[in-house]
């Protein structure tokens, strides 16, 4: 697959950005929510899967369209790891082929197109690789059972040892974000900087209220008007499918029974562990990753992060903030 060389910005910028935003706030606010549910229910023994192969294309068709509205990929990868093959993607122009890359771990039942709105941004100064996760959503399969997050970790490793070897900055978002702590834990040598956005589970779990709702849009049979009330409630502001994103990650979350381990909030030890630079995003909104009280939490047990809460943001937050957060997170990267 080649670089996409257009003279004209890309369907996906022309598109009204301030809606399209609005629209991917309110469905990443949702995922982050049902999350918790994809890892509470874990089946012992079991793998993530499609529940159908109907399911499977309704998907496929919109992961193609999402995907599409993007910059298309310098390359695209099927890495083999213990738990499965990873579908990976990169992009990289002749200046930054040779930089330290940056590596994107999705929120639930996201892929690697939830990162649409910051792809151009992060890769002004460097190599980008993303991926979809072993255990949910996407275009990687699972093979084995992965039963604690270590085994994440490991298949992470794996990946990157193939795509990253010398090491990387690595951003995770929502359920991304505990993947990528729990990453930066075990394997701390390959991790240059570590970036966490909107972190499920890392600073505390997400509230009581948050489980319930994600609850009832897992019950089977549901009413769609009903899902989408439930929906609704989580995120906090209506409910709405209608960009290619959106569509993904609504079909995703009906479709794929995911297998994933529930992540557990960082302990004393495992924070003291993580001595790289590190940065964390909270939402100064809606957030599943404790709001003010989780960016307290943050500086207390990480003491040399830089930790901001961003006004007015939502657990969708790297999608709202897209261009500032693109120059911040790039002298943040630039430091020695």
């Not at 961003?310 to 903030?321: A, F, Q, Y």
Request: hydrophobic share 40%.
């Amino acid at each position: 697959m080649g670089i996409k060389t257009e003279a004209t910005p890309p369907r996906w910028w022309q598109r009204g950005r301030r809606g399209w935003l609005r629209r991917v706030a309110i469905i990443a606010c949702v995922l982050g929510a049902i999350l918790v549910v994809g890892g509470l229910l874990q089946r012992d023994g079991e793998v993530g899967k499609f529940r159908t192969a109907e399911g499977y294309a309704a998907y496929k068709r919109e992961y193609d369209a999402a995907l599409a509205d993007m910059p298309a990929p310098k390359r695209m990868l099927d890495v083999p790891t213990d738990f499965g093959t990873v579908r990976a993607y990169e992009w990289s122009t002749p200046e930054t082929e040779h930089s330290v890359p940056v590596v994107l771990i999705p929120g639930r039942a996201s892929g690697a197109p939830m990162w649409s709105e910051n792809l151009a941004g992060f890769a002004r100064q460097h190599r980008v690789i993303a991926f979809d996760a072993i255990g949910d959503a996407g275009l990687s399969t699972q093979r084995v059972p992965l039963t604690d997050t270590a085994h994440q970790a490991h298949w992470v490793h794996q990946t990157l040892k193939e795509l990253a070897p010398e090491g990387a900055h690595i951003v995770g978002h929502s359920f991304g974000g505990a993947t990528a702590a729990t990453y930066a834990h075990h394997y701390p040598s390959e991790v240059k900087t570590l970036t966490l956005l909107e972190p499920a589970f890392v600073f505390g779990y997400p509230p009581a209220s948050v489980l319930w709702w994600s609850a009832i849009t897992q019950l089977p049979g549901l009413p769609q008007s009903a899902r989408e009330y439930a929906l609704g409630k989580i995120s906090g502001s209506e409910y709405s499918a209608e960009t290619p994103v959106a569509r993904m990650i609504d079909v995703g979350s009906k479709e794929y029974s995911a297998a994933l381990p529930t992540p557990h909030p960082l302990t004393n030890q495992e924070a003291a562990e993580l001595r790289m630079p590190v940065y964390v995003a909270i939402a100064g909104g809606f957030s599943l990753a404790g709001g003010s009280g989780g960016a307290d939490t943050a500086k207390e047990l990480i003491p040399h992060a830089q930790v901001k809460v961003w006004p007015d943001t939502t657990h969708s937050l790297p999608m709202e903030v897209a261009d500032p957060l693109a120059d911040e997170l790039a002298e943040f990267w630039g430091q020695p």
